[in-house]
Every structure is written in structure tokens, then in C-alpha cells.
């Protein structure tokens, strides 16, 4: 949800942002199958007042299958889903299907910008990711051989990007 909190941000206030880092986001508004599948599953937790049945099936999505056969990347993901309360997540996935598209945005992003895809990510194609990185000016992109939590599969090599991207030459420019 980071991306979408960043598009939102940069729509209220982009003279407070000095750079991004979009990572395994997209800028489009849901597709209607994608929302009805949101919103489904809202009502879902919403009447069963219980987030155990969507654990497994997003943790499916949200990491690639390798990633799923570690037990020190799969088991937080888990746990995490299910700290998370039945409200929070009906109203995180309303929140995103409701979201407006944020296409229209990219070509003013005037600040350094870093893209990140996951090669591996089952929610979010590297096609649609890139479309972002060629929309905004001089926006840095990168491929990574992950699912959609690049920053949980690939710690190393996403800091690595971060470390390179928020050089002093990058934020000057």
C-alpha cells in the first residue's frame, strides 16, 4: 500500500517530497475483477470476524514460491496478516479498491525516483511496473527476482538499490 500512499501523498503535497521509492506498485485504479475480488474478500472477513482464511491464499500471492518454502520470510508473513484485525483489513481492501488512478501523475513526479518489480510477483506484472518508471522523468528502475515483498524476500539487494538510489549526487539532482 505504500505506492498508493505515495501517489495519495504526492497529489496533496509534492512540494514536501524530495524523492520516492516505488517498489512492487502499480498506478492504475483496480480492474473491475481485481476490485470485485477486494471487495470480496472484505465482505468475507467482515462476516466471518476472522482473518484466518485469507492467510494462506495471500500469502500465495504475496510472495514468490521460493520465498513461501523459507520459514524465516513465510512465517512473519503470516503472522503479520493475522495480527492484523478483521476491521483493519475490511477497511484496508475497500481503501484500495476505491482508489483513484494515479496515471495522470507520473509525468509531473520531478523528483529522483527509484522503481522497483518483483520478476516474480503474482499481483503486480514488471510490465505495469515499468510503465511507471518510463512515465516519470529520469526515474530509476530495477528488476528483482521476487514476488510482490521485494523488501521481505530480497532485504539485501532492495537496500542495496535504496543506498545506491539516495546518493548525494541523486538527491541533488
Known sequence: MGGYLAFALWRLAPQRIRALALCNTRATADAPG??????AMADQVEREQ???????PMVAR???????????????????????????????QRAIASRPDSSGLLASINVPTLVIAGTQDAIIPTSEVLAIADAIPRAR???????????????????EQLATFLTPATMSS
Request: proline content about 6%; glycine content about 6%; charged content about 25%.
Open 141 to 159: 528502475y530495477a528488476e528483482l527476482d521476487c514476488g510482490h515483498l521485494s523488501n521481505l524476500e530480497l532485504p539485501r539487494e532492495v537496500n
Open 62 to 92: 504475496l510472495l514468490s514460491p521460493g520465498a513461501q518454502a523459507e520459514a524465516h520470510i513465510v512465517d512473519p508473513v503470516r503472522g503479520r496478516i493475522r495480527r492484523c484485525t478483521p476491521a483493519g483489513i475490511v477497511f484496508a
Open 50 to 56: 476472522s482473518v484466518e482464511a485469507i492467510v494462506e
Open 34 to 39: 481485481s476490485r470485485d475480488d477486494r471487495l
